[in-house]
């Protein structure tokens, strides 16, 4: 009994980390973008801007819709939850004014996209983040 509850602590104890997912905008190392403010990430994932300030045609990546680290990002970037951020996309389409961020599977995607597309742009937990990716913007903590 006591090894089933210390396995259920420690399951539920890493499931608690995983919900505090800490966003961070990133691009590709060789990009030479530095960085973006906050608002500037808002549009370009919103689908206001197509540009980025390199000059480059901006390609927003977002993570899986079911991933926390995408509930957290949009929450802190636009204090928007999931659902929300979804019916904003399904009228954009509908109006025909723009397309939203590309939708990949994983954060190895992410990064393979970052690495072999220029102006692409993503979020991805902070502890991801590795050598080959410069963090552009952070949320304030």
């Known amino acids: 009994m006591k090894a089933l509850l ?6 539920l104890s890493g499931l608690g980390g995983t919900a505090c997912a800490e966003p961070v905008v990133v691009v590709s190392a060789a ?3 530095h960085q973006l403010s ?3 990430v808002v549009n370009i994932f919103l689908g206001r801007y197509r540009r980025l300030p390199t000059g480059d045609t901006a390609l927003p990546i977002d993570q899986p819709e079911a991933s926390v680290v995408r509930a957290e990002f949009y929450r802190r970037l ?6 929300e951020i979804n019916a904003y996309w399904s009228r954009l389409i509908f ?5 939203p961020p590309l939708q990949v599977n994983s954060a190895a995607e992410v990064i393979v996209l970052l ?3 220029p102006g692409s742009v993503a979020y991805m937990e902070r502890s991801q983040v590795d050598k080959r990716l410069r963090i552009v913007m952070e949320f304030p903590r």
């Open 6 to 11: 210390l396995t259920l602590f420690l399951v």
């Open 31 to 33: 990009s030479a973008l």
């Open 38 to 40: 906050q608002e500037e």
């Open 78 to 83: 636009v204090n928007k939850d999931v659902n």
């Open 95 to 99: 109006s025909g004014r723009t397309s």
């Open 115 to 117: 690495l072999g597309q």
